[in-house]
C-alpha cells in the first residue's frame, strides 16, 4: 500500500516498487517527502478486536497547520533510516467491515470523525482518528468515521473534517444573536474560511482581519463586509484607522473568531464589546523550538487581557474540535448548499513535492490542498 511519509535522510525509494523521495524546504529546514510502499494491512472480519472495526481505502488526503509541527519534528528528530506517515483528513471508501459493525456498510464513503473531548466507545480516544491519514488502507472504530453524502466530491471530504468541525463548534459555543458583529481573524486561514462560509447562514456583519489584501474580492464574495489589513507588528488593532472607525461606529465587536490567541488574542482584546465573546482553537507558535526562529509576541500582556476581559464582562472561550453533531451539522449545510468549501488545488500520486510546496510555503494558497491516489 502507499504511504506519504516524510523520510529520513537514509531512507532509499524501492525501485521495483516506484517510490519516490522529492526534497523541500520548510522553514529552512530540508524535509524529504516520500511515496513510499509497505505491505497491505491485513484485516479479518471475524477477529474478536475487529468486531467493530472498519477497514478503508484512502481515496484522497490533506493536511492542516498542526502536520507542520510533526513534519518539521520528524524532519529534524526522527532516526535517518525511519519514514513517518503524514496526514490529518482523509476521505476513504469502506472496503470490508467488523461482525459487529451497525453503522457503516461497505462501499460507504466516510471521512474522520474528530469528536472530542467526549469518548463515544469504551477505551476509544476521543479526538482526531489519525495523524497517519494518506495511509492508503487504514482500519478505524465505527465511532471514529462518518459518512460522507454523495454531493461530497472527494476533493472536499478530504479537506473536510477539522474546519467543519471546528468551526461549527466554535459558532455553537458564540451563541449567536441575529444582527452581531463578528470579527474573524487570519481570514486566509482554512479555519477561518470555513467559519466565514458557515456564518453565511446567520443574519450577521461579518468583519475580517488579514495580513494581506490577496483575494480580497472571493473574500468579499464570501459575505465579509469589511476586510482590513492589519501591521502584526501593532501591539492593538486599534491602531489601524479602518478598525478604530468601525468599532467607534458599532461599540465593539460582539464576537470574535480567532484560529491564532497569540498573534491575535493581545492585539483584538480592547476591540470587543461589553459582554462580547471571544474564542480561538489555536496558535501560532508550534514549532520555532524546531526551526530556531523566534517568536516575538505583540500585544496586550495575560494582565490586562483578563483585567479587560472582566472589566468588560468578556467571555474568553477555549475550542478544540467539536462534536460529532457539529460535523454532521456542518456536512448536512454542505449537502443543502448552504456551506461552500474553498479548495485551492488537488495534486495526484506523483505530485508529492507540488501538493507540500502550494499546502506550506506559497504565499498565494487560498483554500485547502489535496492530494490524490490515483
Ligand atoms: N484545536 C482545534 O480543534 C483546531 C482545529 C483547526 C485549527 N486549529 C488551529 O488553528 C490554527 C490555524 O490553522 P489552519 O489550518 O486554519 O491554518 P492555515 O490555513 O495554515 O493558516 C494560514 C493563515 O494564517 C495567517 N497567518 C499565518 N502566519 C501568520 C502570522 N505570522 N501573523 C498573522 N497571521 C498569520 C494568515 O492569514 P492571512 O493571510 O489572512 O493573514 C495565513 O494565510 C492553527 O493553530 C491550528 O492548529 C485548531
Redesign the pocket.
Known sequence: MRNIAVCGNQVTPSIINNDLIETIDMEGIKVNFGLIHTNDLEFDRNAPENEFMVLIKTKAFSC???D?HFILKAATKAPEKSFYVIGSEFVGEVIDIGSKVTELEIGDRVIGD?C?PHVKAEGIRPGLPTNNGSKEYQKFHQTKLIKVPPEMPDEVAAAFQ??G??SY?MIRKLNIAPGENILV?????????FAINALKKYDVNVY?????M?FADELKQMGVKELIQID?QKDSILENESVAAIVKQIGGFDCVID??FD??LGKVIKAIAIEGRYIT????N?YSHLTNQDFYYHGSSMGEILSYALIKNIQIIG????YTHDLRQAINDYQQGELNVIIDSIFDTKEIKDFFEQT?NVKH?FGKVVYKYN
Do not use: E, F, M
Open positions: 492542516n497547520y498542526r507542520k474528530g472530542y477539522i474546519g468541525q471546528t463548534s481573524t487570519a481570514a486566509k486561514s482554512n479555519t477561518s474560511l475580517a482581519l488579514t495580513t494581506s490577496q502584526p484560529p491564532l498573534i491575535y482553537c489555536g496558535l501560532y508550534q475550542n478544540c474540535i467539536g506550506y494558497r
